[in-house]
């Protein structure tokens, strides 16, 4: 992957992104999917933001190599931090980071959101935790996707501030609009993690150590809902 060739997952990504956008990416690394997006010319200003020097300095790299300084802004800090009011910043990206990650980010910057900006989200596992901050935020989810690439399942959450949602514990558990799509990657996905969580409540049954039955019960659910969702 390079910022002209980008992973099936990013291209999703870069798929949500309004034409025109003024893009926050944060947790950038190499700063691939803003460079992409400008050297295609999808969108109008990004900022690359990093927590980490090693990324940062190869976002810088990349931006660099592209000539893109005048357009896109590599910053050091951490979350939402990196997001400047002048910015008038009108997509935020967060992708491959786990849900509860990239929910603490939102939570700890949201002071630095005008409510304007589409979210796209790409969490690696905790979707459920990140939708539930989404609902509880005053988001609505516009669009959801599941994919496999390398032998990986990766979801995409887009959201955008509107009226009040409320999402039942199953929508919030696979994705309102995953539900109704119930694409073949979708299907795909919860049929693998059916056979992982049986397998688990059967070791669970076999395990020396007791463990705790509020969790035994939680997994005990989600056995439920995805054979529903299967059935
Ligand atoms: N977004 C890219 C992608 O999807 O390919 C890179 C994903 S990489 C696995 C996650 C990146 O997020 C790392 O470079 C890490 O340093 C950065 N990161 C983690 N927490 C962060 C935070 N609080 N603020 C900014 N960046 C963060």
Same mark, same amino acid.
């Given at each position: 992957?390079?910022?002209?060739?980008?992973?099936?997952?990013?291209?999703?990504?870069?798929?949500?992104? +309004? !034409?025109?956008?003024? *893009?926050? #990416?944060? &947790?950038?690394?190499?700063?691939?999917?803003? $460079?992409?997006?400008?050297? =295609?010319?999808?969108?109008?200003?990004?900022?690359?933001?990093?927590?980490?020097?090693?990324?940062?300095?190869?976002?810088?790299?990349?931006?660099?190599?592209?000539?893109?300084?005048?357009r896109?802004?590599?910053?050091?800090?951490?979350?939402?931090?990196?997001?400047?009011?002048?910015?008038?910043?009108?997509?935020?990206?967060?992708?491959?980071?786990?849900?509860?990650?990239?929910?603490d980010i939102?939570?700890?910057?949201?002071?630095?959101?005008?409510?304007?900006?589409?979210?796209?989200?790409?969490?690696?596992?905790?979707?459920? +935790? !990140?939708?539930?901050? *989404?609902? #509880?935020? &005053?988001?609505?989810?516009?669009?959801?996707? $599941?994919?496999?690439?390398? =032998?990986?399942?990766?979801?995409?959450?887009?959201a955008?501030?509107?009226?009040?949602?409320?999402?039942?514990?199953?929508?919030?558990?696979?994705?309102p609009l995953?539900?109704?799509q119930?694409?073949?990657?979708?299907?795909?996905?919860?049929?693998?993690?059916?056979?992982?969580?049986?397998?688990?409540?059967?070791?669970?049954?076999?395990?020396?150590?007791?463990?705790?039955?509020?969790?035994?019960?939680?997994?005990?659910?989600?056995?439920?809902?995805?054979t529903?969702?299967?059935?």
């Amino acid at each position: 992957m390079n910022e002209r060739t980008l992973s099936m997952r990013l291209e999703r990504v870069a798929a949500y992104v +309004p !034409l025109g956008a003024r *893009l926050a #990416d944060i &947790g950038s690394d190499h700063g691939y999917l803003p $460079v992409a997006l400008m050297c =295609r010319g999808l969108i109008t200003t990004a900022v690359a933001g990093e927590v980490a020097l090693t990324p940062f300095l190869a976002a810088e790299r990349t931006v660099r190599d592209n000539a893109l300084g005048q357009r896109i802004s590599v910053r050091l800090a951490d979350g939402l931090a990196v997001i400047e009011p002048g910015d008038g910043v009108t997509a935020v990206s967060l992708c491959g980071m786990g849900g509860e990650r990239i929910r603490d980010i939102l939570d700890s910057g949201k002071a630095r959101l005008s409510g304007d900006e589409r979210l796209i989200l790409q969490p690696n596992g905790g979707e459920q +935790p !990140l939708r539930q901050w *989404l609902m #509880d935020n &005053g988001y609505g989810i516009l669009c959801e996707e $599941v994919l496999r690439e390398n =032998r990986f399942n990766y979801e995409i959450i887009v959201a955008e501030c509107m009226e009040p949602v409320r999402y039942s514990a199953e929508q919030l558990y696979f994705g309102p609009l995953n539900l109704v799509q119930r694409s073949p990657a979708f299907l795909g996905k919860w049929q693998r993690m059916l056979r992982l969580k049986q397998r688990t409540l059967a070791n669970v049954a076999r395990a020396q150590q007791p463990v705790p039955e509020d969790k035994v019960q939680e997994l005990a659910q989600q056995i439920r809902w995805i054979t529903q969702l299967l059935a």
